[in-house]
């Protein structure tokens, strides 16, 4: 079943700001255009919208590749809000349609829902574990840090092994983006387990950034 985006798109389109588009373009280093919604007007807007499609069971790829066809940023945040409500029925088949988005458009704000995503699929699919593994070593640094940061709060949950592996992989890293994810992932199992935390820092303090290093000690 094809959504009809017609009306959706029309409330957005009027409800553009243009003083607030420039804020947040440039907020975002003049990535993307905006059009000038905050977070919390949106997602009023597609309350109704999504309260429509919640009975259909199936994933809409059409209604997201045209979210993401457009320039605003707002129309990608839109797909992925999409996505989170629609995350129960998202399958091992619809991990290439993720790398697509992954590889499109890509900056941390987009990059850090498909994590949370893929995070959710790998305690379903056994199966996400050896392709988190395949792109902790890929060349492009975004699908490298959904690996870093997938399991990002699961807490007790967390497959230190598979953590322990990804985080090797990107030991003595330049890239902000993956020395910040880095942190991150230390940071937030620390308090779950921080001494397996403050080892891991002992034992490669040489390859970790000092950036890295402060955002996973920052509970320990």
Known sequence: ????????????????????????????????????IPTPNRRKICKQFFSDVRHIKTIDWCFIDECWNHAEREYQYIALDYLVK?????????????KVLALSKSWWDTIDILDQLIGDMGLMYLEIDDLMLEWSIDENFWLRRIAINHQLLRKEKTNTNL???????????????I????????????????DWVRNFIVEYKCGLSPLSIREGSKYI
């Open 86 to 98: 629609k995350k129960c029925h998202l399958n091992l088949h619809d991990i290439p349609k993720l």
């Open 1 to 36: 079943m094809l959504i009809d985006t017609k009306e959706l798109f029309k409330q957005i389109q009027n409800a553009s700001d243009l003083d607030k588009s420039r804020k947040m373009s440039a907020y975002m280093k003049g990535h993307f255009p905006f059009l000038g």
């Open 163 to 177: 953590l322990h592996f990804i985080l090797v992989n990107n030991l003595n890293q330049k890239e902000f983006f």
């Open 179 to 194: 020395n910040k994810a880095i942190g991150w992932s230390l940071r937030s199992y620390s308090k779950t387990e921080p």
